[in-house]
Every structure is written in C-alpha cells, then in structure tokens.
C-alpha cells in the first residue's frame, strides 16, 4: 500500500483572540490554498483532529464551511475530497484569476511606497530562497504573500476576497507544478513585476502579473499534472459516526 504524504498542519502562530473553530478553519483554508492537502490525498476528520489536537467537532464544521466556498466537495457517503477540476474549469479559474489580479495589482499603483516596495523585495527574495532549496510549500506560501501584499498596497481594494477564493480552489493543484520547480520557474515574473512599480508603469505592471498566472497555468496543463491528479478516485473521507 502506498503511504500517505505527511501532512503538517497546526493552529500555531494564528491569531490567539480566534476560537477553536475559527482557528480549525483558518488552518485548513491555508494548507488547500497552499497544496498542502493534494488532490487524492485520503484523510478522516478522526486523522485532521489528531493532527490539530482538537475534537471531531471543530473540524466538521470547517469542512462544511470550505465545501461551502468550493474548495471541498461533500459527497452523499459522508466523504468530502477536493473537487475534481477538469480542463475546461481549471482555465477560466485562470482567466478569471487574470483578470482579477492585473486589475488589482494596477489599482495598488499609485499607492505602493518605497516602503511597501521594499517590502515586496524582501518577499520576493524569500521566494527565490525557497526555490533554490527546493521548499515547495516556501515557495507556494510566499508566492502568495507577495501578490497578497501587493494588492493589499490600495486602500480601497475589494477584490482580494475574490483572488483568495480562486487561489482555494486552485491551491491543490498548482502545488503539483513546485515538484518540478526548475521547469516552472523559467523566467521570474516578479522582478518584471517589480521593475514596473519602480517605473511606475501600470501597463508593465499589469502585462507581468498576468504572465506570473500564465506561465503556471500552461505549466499544470501542458505536463499533464492536471490529468494525473484528476485520475485519482481517493477522496478525503468524514469519519464515522463512533467519532
């Protein structure tokens, strides 16, 4: 029998003012965001209370708030997985993901400040780090920290909202893409992204974040990652009723 990835998964370092079930919440949001739980990768809610040293109960109830969020699918046996993604829907998440974050990232513009893009740099430095050292879940953690910071720069930003619930319901498979990471990471789009906020070149901007999305979308479609993870018929299981 094949053994199960280890997962790692913790309410460490969250907000202390949270209650259990928001931390319980919070925790599985971030581990399906950043592919920590991949596709097919069989789990009981017996296994993810263990893990996160809280009763049945709390888990239960996040599970229902994610499937509610599409990023988990509850099925009629009392199973749960990761929904099954097909070509077709895995693109217009990307195209939507697209249009979404080039307007974000043009939005924040005028409001991101030497600070601000000092602070981008230093993200963006800790991502190249991870990349040399081969630390998939680093590099998908601060993938997301520097376009999250980046949009985050405008005050009157309403579409992050939006951005994470793509990011949730892509998260799964996009981190099939970091185990072959000299072939994803071609060419850095960040420094593109950066040098335009030094220019001030909303155009650039723009056209850099849209290539940043573009280039892992090809990357899961064109090596077959995408196939290969729909294939699998394990689902992520709710345990029984005895727990």
């Known amino acids: 029998?094949?053994?199960?990835?280890?997962?790692?998964?913790?309410?460490?370092?969250?907000?202390?003012?949270?209650?259990?079930?928001?931390?319980?919440?919070?925790?599985?949001?971030?581990?399906?965001?950043?592919?920590?739980?991949?596709?097919?990768?069989?789990?009981?809610?017996?296994?993810?209370?263990?893990?996160?040293?809280?009763?049945?109960?709390?888990?239960?109830?996040?599970?229902?708030?994610?499937?509610?969020?599409?990023?988990?699918?509850?099925?009629?046996?009392?199973?749960?997985?990761?929904?099954?993604?097909?070509?077709?829907?895995?693109?217009?998440?990307?195209?939507?993901?697209?249009?979404?974050?080039?307007?974000?990232?043009?939005?924040?513009?005028?409001?991101?400040?030497?600070?601000?893009?000092a602070e981008l740099e230093a993200i963006d430095a800790r991502v190249d780090a991870a990349y040399e050292a081969g630390d998939h879940e680093q590099v998908s953690i601060r993938n997301q920290q520097f376009h999250r910071r980046l949009y985050e720069a405008n005050p009157h930003q309403v579409t992050l909202p939006l951005i994470e619930s793509l990011w949730l319901q892509l998260g799964p498979f996009m981190r099939l893409a970091t185990r072959q990471l000299e072939d994803h990471y071609q060419v850095d789009r960040h420094n593109e992204a950066l040098d335009a906020i030094r220019r001030k070149d909303a155009f650039a901007l723009r056209r850099a974040i849209a290539a940043d999305i573009r280039d892992g979308n090809a990357f899961v479609v064109s090596s077959g990652l995408l196939e290969e993870a729909t294939e699998s018929k394990a689902a992520v299981g709710a345990a029984p009723r005895r727990d």
């Open 1 to 117: 029998m094949k053994q199960k990835t280890p997962l790692k998964l913790s309410l460490d370092g969250l907000d202390p003012a949270l209650t259990v079930n928001q931390k319980v919440y919070q925790s599985l949001r971030k581990a399906l965001m950043t592919g920590e739980i991949p596709p097919g990768r069989a789990l009981t809610i017996r296994e993810l209370a263990g893990l996160l040293d809280v009763s049945p109960m709390p888990v239960r109830e996040a599970l229902r708030q994610l499937a509610a969020e599409n990023a988990l699918e509850i099925l009629g046996n009392r199973r749960v997985q990761v929904p099954k993604m097909s070509a077709m829907k895995f693109q217009e998440l990307y195209e939507a993901r697209i249009a979404l974050e080039s307007h974000a990232a043009e939005r924040a513009l005028p409001y991101i400040d030497n600070e601000r893009l």
